[in-house]
């Protein structure tokens, strides 16, 4: 199901599930990481399914610098969040993780990968390095920011670049996560492509 108008960097919130006809295959990448190969035989046909909730105090700037920082806007004291809880099936690698768009370092355990280092941040799409990428992201409506992200093993040696945006591809909207990934003297581009399932929205009071 195509993605929504409402769906964009600035909200998120929603149940995402991958489209595996769409999305690079992951069994490289895993492999890249050191995931064993009995564990990648098992989650190469898993179905992979995100639930998203998304809280921004304010809409950030186009004009972010280099370092992730912006001039705050009046009355903002918070940051933004995104609350992810990520369903493998099967397999049992289930997850729940908070992206702080600060560009603040921050380690995590997470199943599979183990320790891991996770800094995020709005970027705008005008300084991504990629042409490509930079081009079908800014293809869709005109958007201006995506998500960066980049996450680091704590001992596997590898290290991951991601942007998070929405790409138009066989002329519906998809949320997409295009990575790279770096170990050693080996490197691996992916593209994932997510499904908007549904709705996600937070009952009242919860966050």
Do not use: C
């Amino acid at each position: 199901m195509a993605a929504p108008d409402s769906a964009s960097v600035l909200n998120m919130t929603g149940v995402w599930g991958m489209n595996t006809d769409l999305s690079d295959p992951p069994d490289e990448l895993f492999k890249l990481q050191g995931i064993p190969w009995i564990i990648r035989q098992v989650i190469k046909f898993a179905r992979v399914e995100l639930a998203m909730i998304h809280t921004s105090p304010s809409t950030p700037s186009a004009d972010a610098d280099s370092e992730g920082e912006r001039e705050p806007i009046d009355g903002e004291t918070d940051l933004s969040y995104i609350h992810v809880k990520q369903t493998v099936s099967p397999g049992r690698f289930d997850t729940a993780q908070s992206y702080i768009l600060d560009w603040k370092t921050r380690e995590a355990a997470v199943p599979l990968f183990g320790q891991v280092a996770v800094r995020a941040r709005y970027t705008p799409i005008s300084e991504i390095e990629d042409e490509a990428l930079r081009e079908r992201l800014e293809s869709y409506a005109g958007a201006r920011m995506a998500i960066e992200e980049i996450v680091t093993s704590v001992k596997g040696g590898w290290e991951t670049h991601g942007v998070w945006g929405f790409e138009e591809i066989g002329g519906q909207r998809h949320y997409t996560r295009n990575s790279i990934t770096k170990r050693e003297d080996q490197e691996l581009s992916l593209r994932f492509v997510y499904d908007y399932l549904g709705s996600n929205e937070p009952e009242h009071g919860e966050v």
